[in-house]
């Protein structure tokens, strides 16, 4: 597949999967605002749904953190710079942003940064001071 075949199908991916992130994000959220309209209380259930509640907070930012992620792709997809491995500046292989559309380095970039950051190292270097 020629890589601006691949932009474009890749770019109508992330916007579905930008609107489905959306509708469950809101309502997850929708759901946390209602509170006990939302969901049947029960004094046996309260600790069970007070867990609940974390787990859609968590799920949530989760949520919002891959449409964070998406939304970037598009915008980098605009730009032109989508695929493009953001510390070497080379092109990402196209079989890797079919596996991780959000990817924003190479495989060999990625694992670099990863193994930095294992050793506890600041991703950019810079704060640790401040
Ligand atoms: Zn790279």
Same mark, same amino acid.
């Given at each position: 597949?020629?890589? $601006?075949? &691949?932009?474009?199908? /890749? $770019?109508? #991916? +992330?916007?579905?999967?930008?609107?489905?992130?959306?509708?469950?994000?809101?309502?997850?959220? =929708?759901?946390? =605002?209602?509170?006990?309209?939302?969901?049947?209380?029960?004094?046996?259930?309260?600790?069970?749904? @007070?867990? &609940?509640?974390? &787990?859609l907070c968590s799920f949530a930012d989760l %949520?919002?953190?891959? +449409?964070?992620?998406? $939304?970037?792709? #598009?915008?980098?997809?605009?730009? %032109?710079?989508?695929?493009? !491995?953001?510390? !070497?500046g080379k092109n990402i292989p196209i079989a890797? #942003?079919? /596996?991780?559309?959000?990817?924003?380095m190479c495989v060999h970039c990625q694992q670099?940064? $990863?193994?930095?950051?294992?050793?506890?190292? =600041? /991703? @950019?270097?810079?704060?640790? /001071?401040?």
């Open positions: 597949m020629k890589r $601006e075949e &691949f932009l474009k199908q /890749a $770019e109508v #991916l +992330l916007r579905q999967r930008r609107n489905e992130l959306r509708r469950r994000v809101g309502a997850g959220l =929708s759901e946390l =605002s209602q509170g006990e309209g939302g969901i049947v209380r029960d004094q046996a259930d309260a600790a069970a749904e @007070d867990e &609940f509640q974390l &787990f %949520g919002k953190n891959e +449409l964070a992620e998406i $939304e970037q792709a #598009l915008e980098k997809i605009r730009q %032109g710079t989508y695929g493009v !491995c953001e510390a !070497c890797r #942003l079919e /596996a991780i559309p959000t990817a924003t670099a940064w $990863e193994q930095k950051r294992a050793r506890g190292w =600041s /991703a @950019d270097g810079e704060d640790d /001071a401040a």
